[in-house]
């Protein structure tokens, strides 16, 4: 009888099929996270693509205000002939082959300085250009940065330099992501049109 029983049949009969039914969906769960979840090579191009973004602005808003502003002229003076093969290893080592053949580069050499061209940004972050400067106390360097901007309203980039010390100053957001207006305001002081 079951009034002797810890619990009535009924009772037990409910707890092993609740008991099964919840093994049943935890395994249901599993099954279909590895089925309809990524596959592996998804992922990794997923992990790629972060490392190529990181690899990308790593480059951009390190090592080249780092070289400009610490090499005692060194990146500036081998920028006259062009991208230096030891940058361009050192684009792809950092970032990929793709990425270092894809620079260009642009002298102005009546303002002493020079405008790296890169590959257009995919991603918010990633630089449009970059301009080293050479002034009376040492070296410049701004870049022209990819903002994002969901709506496609308003600004689209953000200006920045970095002065003497390493310091990344911002000079706010930009409505425009174009060379000649970006040229236009850091060396000859025309402010973009509003």
Same mark, same amino acid.
């Given at each position: 009888?079951?009034?002797?029983?810890? %619990? *009535?049949?009924?009772?037990?009969?409910?707890? +092993?099929?609740?008991? #099964?039914?919840?093994?049943?969906?935890?395994?249901?769960?599993?099954?279909?996270?590895?089925?309809? &979840?990524? %596959? *592996?090579?998804?992922?990794?191009?997923?992990?790629?693509?972060? @490392?190529? #973004?990181?690899?990308?602005?790593?480059?951009? #808003?390190?090592?080249?205000?780092?070289?400009?502003?610490?090499?005692? &002229?060194?990146?500036?003076?081998?920028?006259?002939?062009?991208?230096?093969?030891?940058?361009? +290893?050192?684009?792809?080592?950092?970032?990929?082959?793709? !990425?270092?053949?894809?620079?260009?580069?642009?002298?102005?050499?009546?303002?002493?300085?020079?405008?790296?061209?890169? *590959?257009?940004?995919?991603?918010?972050?990633?630089?449009?250009? %970059?301009?080293?400067? +050479?002034?009376? @106390? &040492?070296?410049?360097?701004?870049?022209?940065?990819?903002?994002?901007?969901? !709506?496609?309203? &308003?600004?689209?980039?953000?200006?920045?330099?970095?002065?003497?010390?390493?310091?990344?100053?911002? !000079?706010?957001?930009?409505?425009? %992501?174009?060379?000649?207006?970006?040229?236009?305001?850091?060396?000859?002081?025309?402010? *973009?049109?509003?």
């Amino acid at each position: 009888m079951w009034y002797f029983d810890a %619990s *009535p049949p009924i009772l037990t009969d409910y707890m +092993k099929n609740i008991r #099964h039914a919840s093994i049943c969906l935890i395994t249901i769960a599993i099954l279909s996270a590895r089925v309809f &979840g990524e %596959s *592996p090579s998804a992922q990794s191009e997923k992990n790629a693509a972060t @490392d190529r #973004h990181e690899g990308i602005c790593y480059f951009q #808003h390190q090592i080249l205000p780092t070289r400009t502003l610490n090499s005692n &002229g060194r990146l500036f003076s081998d920028l006259a002939t062009g991208i230096p093969a030891w940058l361009a +290893k050192e684009a792809e080592r950092i970032v990929d082959e793709e !990425f270092a053949k894809a620079l260009e580069l642009k002298a102005y050499s009546e303002q002493d300085a020079y405008v790296i061209i890169f *590959p257009e940004p995919d991603r918010a972050n990633e630089c449009y250009f %970059s301009l080293l400067k +050479k002034e009376a @106390d &040492g070296f410049r360097y701004y870049v022209l940065e990819k903002r994002m901007n969901p !709506f496609h309203i &308003g600004e689209s980039s953000n200006l920045y330099t970095w002065d003497k010390n390493g310091n990344q100053v911002n !000079f706010g957001l930009r409505k425009y %992501s174009d060379l000649k207006t970006f040229i236009d305001e850091v060396l000859y002081d025309k402010s *973009p049109e509003a």
